[in-house]
């Protein structure tokens, strides 16, 4: 069974990062003890794959690590991490699926995951952050490099790619475990609705931080010194972040500052009432306040109190954790795109490529060639990007079981629909960030157009990476048509306070574009108040 990224994929990065990737993946696996190595095949993609042009991840796998965990089900992780989206099959055991030799292994890394209680545990994180952000400090003058030795540069990146992806995967995965424990025991005592709040306002979270530094610029004189100065440095220390981090070929905060520029501005108009410090805040204490409660109820259970105490703990490290991974691994990616786009932009000049991103449709193995007689791949590289083009405007299905239909059977995205939502009707997700919203609705499918999105407007939108965040700040409430607790924009939202429904099913293309709607982050549920 596969799940899909949310745009497609270009062929450099297919032969380089995700591999990479997948390596690095396999790494997670077998440090936490849920596979043995032999189990992968050695030169075949397993874990990740290109199906009709996106790529997907191997969720049975991720289903079968909730199976040999203690304490966890194939249920557990695809609540955690896919959310309720429909056409889920159930998990189906097949030989070699039982392990309880490695169920050993991971109870062991359990154990050890519940001993760390503060992001500072985690010092191989730190120095991860710290080794990333000196790949920036020390980026050599890339225009004083020839195209070979950019390559080679490009090259250099990848390791890092596999091994901060390894991180990732890892501490994603050992993020479970305190939610899982957590939500047992709430759900066992009856108050699931104690969950969400449990694990929101946490702090330290990396892939918030460009938000924070949005809304001090917002309230800064546009074009004084001041902004000026404040802008650069922010440029420098998160221009990796944008739109569809993963993939080279996309646009970043520093190659297209209008970007973040746009989402500044969204802020600057919000009342300060915005301000997502004051949020967090809140937030912050309804955590305390939930936790307490939740504690109270299991004081008569010594054993129970005691792991659910740890592992309230432990989530204020493991979630946070998670997304330092994240924004580590984007920063060696971002290094990647830096090289490459000086290229492109030598090709641009000299006329071989159209755009600088044209380097995305040249593989690895291509590479070498391409430099050595750039203009003889001009048309092909031409074809794939029409075709990376129709791509985008398709709508893979969310899930498969074996193969997809391909692409030439997807829907576009913007494609109109029978079933849209009227005045009084109501669209059932899952709990995202707790609290209520009301406002006008703003289907927005592209996170570079937040000028679609007023102040106080009920954000709706496909499917969030940490690229859309800055457009929560000025929104009243969010709602995604696919996410899940453990979704990384679901974390910043909870981390920043905003109202959130996940996992609501053709919420795009339901919800009309005008309409008022309440969203109630409590319960799940989008509410149509009025249409436009």
Same mark, same amino acid.
Request: proline share 8%.
């Given at each position: 069974?596969?799940?899909?990224?949310?745009?497609?994929?270009?062929?450099?990065?297919?032969?380089?990062?995700?591999?990479?990737a997948?390596?690095?993946?396999r790494?997670a696996?077998?440090?936490m003890?849920?596979?043995?190595?032999?189990e992968?095949p050695?030169?075949?993609f397993?874990?990740l794959?290109v199906?009709?042009g996106?790529?997907?991840?191997?969720?049975?796998?991720?289903?079968?690590f909730?199976?040999?965990?203690?304490?966890?089900?194939?249920?557990?992780m695809?609540?955690?991490f896919?959310g309720a989206?429909?056409?889920?099959p159930?998990?189906?055991?097949?030989?070699?699926?039982?392990?309880?030799?490695?169920?050993?292994k991971?109870?062991?890394?359990?154990?050890?995951?519940?001993?760390q209680h503060s992001?500072?545990d985690?010092?191989e994180?730190t120095?991860?952050?710290?080794?990333?952000?000196?790949?920036?400090d020390d980026?050599?003058?890339?225009s004083?490099?020839s195209?070979?030795?950019?390559w080679?540069?490009?090259?250099?990146?990848?390791?890092?790619?596999?091994?901060?992806?390894?991180?990732?995967?890892?501490?994603t995965?050992?993020?479970?475990?305190?939610?899982?424990?957590?939500?047992?025991v709430?759900?066992?005592?009856?108050?699931?609705?104690?969950i969400?709040?449990?694990i929101?306002?946490?702090?330290?979270?990396d892939s918030?931080e460009p938000?924070?530094a949005?809304?001090?610029?917002?309230?800064m004189?546009?074009g004084?010194p001041?902004?000026?100065?404040?802008?650069?440095?922010? +440029?420098?220390?998160?221009?990796s972040?944008?739109?569809?981090?993963?993939?080279?070929?996309?646009?970043?905060?520093?190659?297209?500052p209008?970007?973040?520029?746009?989402a500044?501005?969204?802020m600057r108009?919000?009342?300060?009432s915005?301000?997502?410090?004051?949020?967090?805040a809140?937030?912050?204490?309804?955590?305390?306040?939930?936790?307490?409660e939740?504690?109270?109820?299991?004081?008569?259970?010594?054993?129970?109190?005691?792991?659910?105490?740890?592992?309230?703990?432990?989530?204020?490290?493991?979630?946070?954790g998670?997304?330092?991974?994240k924004?580590?691994n984007?920063?060696v990616?971002?290094?990647?795109?830096?090289?490459?786009?000086?290229?492109g932009r030598?090709m641009?000049?000299?006329?071989?490529f159209?755009?600088?991103?044209?380097?995305?449709?040249?593989?690895?193995?291509?590479?070498p060639?391409?430099l050595?007689?750039?203009?003889?791949m001009?048309?092909?590289?031409?074809?794939?990007?029409?075709?990376y083009?129709?791509l985008?405007?398709?709508e893979?299905?969310?899930?498969?079981?074996?193969?997809?239909?391909?692409?030439?059977?997807?829907?576009?995205?913007?494609?109109?629909?029978?079933?849209?939502?009227?005045?009084g009707?109501?669209?059932?997700?899952?709990?995202?960030?707790?609290g209520?919203?009301?406002?006008?609705?703003r289907?927005?499918?592209?996170?570079?157009?937040?000028f679609?999105?007023?102040?106080?407007?009920?954000?709706?939108?496909?499917?969030?990476?940490?690229?859309?965040?800055?457009?929560f700040?000025?929104?009243?409430?969010v709602?995604?048509d696919?996410?899940a607790?453990?979704?990384?924009a679901?974390?910043?939202?909870?981390? +920043?306070?905003?109202?959130?429904?996940i996992?609501?099913?053709?919420?795009?293309?339901?919800?009309?574009?005008?309409?008022?709607?309440?969203?109630?982050?409590s319960t799940?549920?989008?509410?149509? +108040?009025?249409?436009?």
């Amino acid at each position: 069974m596969g799940e899909v990224f949310p745009d497609p994929v270009t062929p450099l990065t297919s032969s380089t990062a995700l591999y990479e990737a997948e390596l690095g993946w396999r790494d997670a696996w077998v440090r936490m003890g849920a596979f043995d190595a032999d189990e992968f095949p050695p030169d075949d993609f397993c874990q990740l794959g290109v199906q009709g042009g996106y790529c997907y991840l191997n969720a049975s796998l991720i289903r079968l690590f909730g199976e040999r965990a203690p304490g966890l089900s194939w249920q557990t992780m695809d609540e955690q991490f896919f959310g309720a989206q429909p056409g889920i099959p159930p998990y189906e055991q097949m030989d070699g699926d039982v392990r309880p030799d490695l169920g050993e292994k991971i109870g062991a890394t359990f154990a050890w995951v519940f001993g760390q209680h503060s992001l500072s545990d985690l010092t191989e994180l730190t120095d991860d952050r710290n080794d990333t952000k000196a790949l920036r400090d020390d980026r050599p003058d890339l225009s004083s490099l020839s195209n070979e030795q950019l390559w080679a540069r490009f090259l250099e990146m990848v390791p890092w790619h596999r091994k901060m992806f390894g991180h990732h995967l890892f501490t994603t995965y050992m993020a479970t475990v305190p939610v899982g424990a957590i939500s047992a025991v709430a759900t066992a005592v009856g108050r699931p609705d104690l969950i969400m709040p449990i694990i929101a306002g946490i702090g330290e979270v990396d892939s918030a931080e460009p938000s924070h530094a949005m809304w001090a610029l917002s309230r800064m004189p546009l074009g004084s010194p001041q902004f000026d100065a404040a802008f650069s440095a922010f +440029l420098y220390e998160y221009g990796s972040r944008g739109p569809n981090e993963w993939e080279a070929r996309s646009a970043s905060w520093e190659t297209r500052p209008a970007l973040a520029l746009a989402a500044i501005d969204r802020m600057r108009v919000s009342p300060d009432s915005a301000d997502p410090a004051g949020h967090h805040a809140q937030r912050a204490a309804e955590r305390e306040v939930a936790s307490a409660e939740l504690l109270a109820m299991v004081a008569a259970d010594p054993a129970t109190h005691g792991q659910l105490a740890a592992a309230i703990a432990c989530s204020k490290a493991w979630l946070p954790g998670r997304e330092r991974t994240k924004t580590n691994n984007i920063r060696v990616v971002h290094e990647m795109r830096m090289a490459m786009r000086e290229i492109g932009r030598r090709m641009v000049e000299a006329g071989v490529f159209d755009e600088i991103e044209d380097f995305g449709f040249i593989t690895k193995d291509e590479m070498p060639s391409f430099l050595a007689h750039p203009g003889a791949m001009s048309a092909t590289v031409r074809e794939r990007r029409a075709e990376y083009m129709r791509l985008e405007q398709l709508e893979p299905p969310f899930v498969f079981v074996g193969r997809t239909d391909g692409p030439d059977t997807w829907p576009r995205r913007d494609a109109a629909v029978a079933n849209g939502l009227t005045a009084g009707d109501v669209l059932a997700g899952m709990p995202g960030c707790p609290g209520q919203a009301e406002g006008i609705a703003r289907v927005v499918l592209d996170s570079n157009d937040p000028f679609a999105l007023e102040p106080g407007d009920i954000l709706i939108a496909p499917i969030t990476d940490p690229s859309w965040t800055p457009l929560f700040v000025p929104a009243a409430g969010v709602v995604v048509d696919v996410g899940a607790p453990l979704s990384h924009a679901i974390i910043v939202s909870r981390e +920043l306070g905003i109202p959130c429904v996940i996992s609501a099913t053709g919420a795009t293309r339901r919800i009309p574009n005008g309409a008022r709607v309440r969203v109630d982050g409590s319960t799940g549920v989008v509410t149509v +108040l009025e249409l436009p």
